[in-house]
C-alpha cells in the first residue's frame, strides 16, 4: 500500500517534485528533423519491443508512487502517444490516483480524430498539447519529412477544441533555416482563437538533431517580431516553474508564449521527471543516464521500496545543464543524451 500522501521532495537544489512526462512508446509516424531525423531512424532502425515497454498496469503504479512524493501533474508524451493502444485505459486509471491534480498530453494531432479526442476527454485526460511548426505545407512537409499534410493537424486541433480541451496549446519549434518565417504566419492564425500558441527554442536534446547554436532564433527575437506586427506585453506566470514565459495581446486576442531553454535557462525552477516508455526515470530532458524502474517492478518490489527509490533519485539531483550548456563540459560530448523520442519534450 501506497504511503499517505506527504508534502514534495526536494532536490539537491531545494527544487520540489511536481511533473511527472510519461512516455508511453518511442514509436512516431513523423521524422520531425529535429527529434527524429529520417537518416538516424529510418527503415532500418531498432525501436523498443513490445515486450520491454512498461505495461499499462506498471505505468499507473509509478505514477501513484510519485504521487505519493508530490507530484500534482503528468503529462502522456511519446514518440506519439496516440500510437500506444488502449490510452484511454491509462487516462482512465492516472485520473483515479489521488493527488494528482492535472492530465495532459502532447501529440502531433496526425491521429486526432474527434471521436479519439472525445474519448480521451471522457477518460479524464483535462489538457492537451499539438505539435505545429508551420502552416504552410512545403515547410510543415519538410520538417515533419513524411508528406503529412498540415490541414490534418489543423483538423485535430479543432477536434480537441470540439469536444470540450479547454486551452488547447500549440507548440512550435524554431529553427533558422527552417522555419523562422512561420512565426508570424501562426501568431495571425492562432490569434483571437482560443488557442494558446508556444514558440519552442531549438533545442540541443539527443545526438541525432545536429544542433547549432547559430540555429537558434530566440524567444526574445520571436517576441520582438510578433510585437512589431501584434503588439503584445509580458503577463505574470500562473505559478512557480512554469516554462513558458507569457504575453498577451494588447488587443484581446489571447496570449502567447516563448519557452527559451537555451537563451534563458530555467533550470532554478525545474520541477520534473521524465518516465521513459521502458521504466527509466531521468532527471533532465538532456541527461545521459537513466534510473530504472521497471526491472525493480518486475522483480517484484514493495510499493514501499519503489517510493524509496524514487525519493533517492530525486534528493540526489543536482542537474542545471541549460544554465551550464556555455561551458565546454556541458557541451562538447552529446553523444551519448537519451532522445527525445524516448521521453518527450
Not at 132 to 158: H, K, W, Y
Amino acid at each position: 500500500m501506497i504511503e499517505k500522501l506527504r508534502d514534495s521532495i526536494e532536490d539537491q537544489l531545494q527544487r520540489p517534485l511536481r511533473d511527472l512526462r510519461v512516455s508511453v512508446t518511442d514509436r512516431c509516424n513523423f521524422r520531425c528533423v529535429y527529434c527524429m531525423p529520417r537518416e538516424v531512424f529510418g527503415p532500418g532502425y531498432r525501436f523498443v519491443p513490445r515486450s520491454e515497454l512498461l505495461r499499462l498496469e506498471e505505468i499507473s503504479r509509478i505514477a501513484r508512487a510519485f504521487a505519493e512524493q508530490g507530484v500534482r501533474k503528468i503529462r502522456i508524451t511519446g514518440g506519439e502517444p496516440l500510437i500506444r493502444r488502449d490510452l484511454e485505459r491509462l487516462v482512465e486509471m492516472i485520473a483515479a490516483i489521488e493527488g494528482i491534480e492535472d492530465i495532459s498530453m502532447t501529440t502531433n494531432a496526425s491521429m486526432l480524430t474527434r471521436e479519439r479526442a472525445r474519448s480521451l476527454h471522457a477518460a479524464g485526460l483535462k489538457r492537451i498539447n499539438i505539435s505545429l511548426d508551420a502552416l504552410d505545407q512545403p515547410t510543415f512537409q519538410r520538417i515533419n519529412d513524411v508528406e503529412f499534410p498540415v490541414g490534418r493537424v489543423l483538423q485535430g486541433i479543432e477536434h480537441a477544441q470540439a469536444v470540450g480541451f479547454n486551452r488547447v496549446k500549440i507548440n512550435a519549434v524554431i529553427r533558422r533555416g527552417f522555419n523562422e518565417h512561420s512565426i508570424l504566419q501562426l501568431a495571425g492564425h492562432f490569434r483571437g482563437s482560443g488557442a494558446i500558441l508556444r514558440f519552442i527554442e531549438f533545442m540541443d536534446v539527443g545526438s541525432t538533431n545536429r544542433w547549432q547554436l547559430d540555429e537558434v532564433v530566440s524567444a526574445r527575437q520571436m517576441a520582438d517580431i510578433i510585437h512589431a506586427e501584434f503588439p503584445i506585453v509580458l503577463v505574470s506566470p500562473n505559478y512557480r516553474g512554469e516554462v513558458a514565459k507569457r504575453w498577451r495581446y494588447l488587443d484581446g486576442a489571447g496570449e502567447v508564449g516563448f519557452i527559451a531553454s537555451v537563451t534563458e535557462p530555467f533550470c532554478g525552477d525545474c520541477a520534473r521527471a521524465r518516465l521513459s516508455a521502458v521504466g527509466k526515470v531521468y532527471t533532465c530532458l538532456f541527461a545521459t543516464e537513466g534510473h530504472d524502474l521497471r526491472d525493480l517492478i518486475r522483480e517484484g518490489a514493495s510499493d514501499k521500496v519503489l517510493a524509496r527509490r524514487i525519493r533517492t533519485i530525486w534528493m540526489s539531483r543536482e542537474d542545471r545543464y541549460s544554465e551550464l550548456r556555455s561551458s565546454t563540459s556541458a557541451t562538447v560530448n552529446r553523444a551519448h543524451r537519451v532522445e527525445m523520442s524516448h521521453i518527450g519534450g
